[in-house]
């Protein structure tokens, strides 16, 4: 955690760095920047254009895994996604938000998705179009990976760190 407690700190160029696990987040995601829905193609191209811009000074951005979503899911926060619903993700992230963000694994066709109020991991087809609401928001680590405890299952709430 940071000197002042807080597990989110906003470094003041549209990211916030993650310091139970070292990672550095996206402020606003790709819907709140573009003010559209992207494919999993579509979310790709997003992270290719802020490496090639340097966002924030760097150029290692990358679409999370399904666990960097699980670790970001917290079932205490209340924020509100584009349309007024409840997502569990921290407050210090702007409301107007997705709920479904894009992650990196694929298989075939499909290419996991992360459900924000549902707590949920899930295989979506790479096509999908745009009114399925699905963006993205990309991270990077920001040092040394920190050893975290798993939960048992990427499809449910089973244990909590």
Same mark, same amino acid.
């Given at each position: 955690?940071?000197?002042? #407690? $807080?597990?989110?700190?906003?470094?003041?160029? #549209? @990211?916030?760095?993650?310091?139970?696990?070292?990672?550095?987040?996206?402020? $606003? &995601?790709? !819907?709140?920047?573009?003010?559209?829905?992207? @494919?999993?193609?579509?979310?790709?191209? /997003?992270? %290719?254009?802020?490496?090639?811009?340097?966002?924030? #000074?760097? =150029?290692?951005?990358?679409?999370? *895994? =399904?666990?960097?979503?699980?670790?970001?899911? %917290? +079932?205490?926060?209340?924020?509100? &996604?584009?349309?007024?619903?409840?997502? +569990?993700?921290?407050?210090? /992230?702007?409301? #107007?938000?997705?709920?479904? !963000?894009?992650? $990196? $694994?694929?298989?075939? /066709?499909?290419?996991?998705?992360?459900?924000?109020? *549902?707590?949920?991991?899930?295989?979506?087809?790479?096509?999908?179009?745009?009114?399925?609401?699905? =963006?993205?928001?990309?991270?990077?680590?920001?040092?040394?990976?920190?050893?975290?405890?798993?939960?048992? =299952?990427? @499809?449910?709430? @089973?244990?909590?760190?």
């Amino acid at each position: 955690m940071s000197d002042d #407690g $807080e597990r989110f700190q906003d470094n003041d160029d #549209g @990211t916030l760095t993650d310091t139970k696990y070292q990672l550095m987040w996206l402020k $606003e &995601d790709s !819907y709140q920047i573009k003010g559209k829905w992207c @494919t999993w193609k579509g979310a790709k191209k /997003f992270v %290719d254009k802020l490496n090639e811009e340097k966002f924030a #000074g760097f =150029s290692d951005w990358k679409l999370p *895994s =399904s666990q960097d979503c699980r670790n970001l899911y %917290d +079932h205490d926060s209340k924020n509100t &996604d584009f349309n007024g619903d409840i997502v +569990h993700i921290d407050y210090m /992230f702007p409301e #107007g938000c997705g709920f479904t !963000y894009w992650c $990196e $694994e694929e298989n075939g /066709f499909n290419a996991m998705a992360y459900n924000f109020y *549902s707590d949920r991991g899930y295989l979506v087809r790479k096509k999908t179009k745009d009114e399925s609401f699905m =963006s993205c928001r990309p991270m990077r680590k920001t040092g040394v990976a920190v050893k975290k405890m798993r939960r048992l =299952s990427n @499809t449910g709430r @089973t244990r909590r760190e």
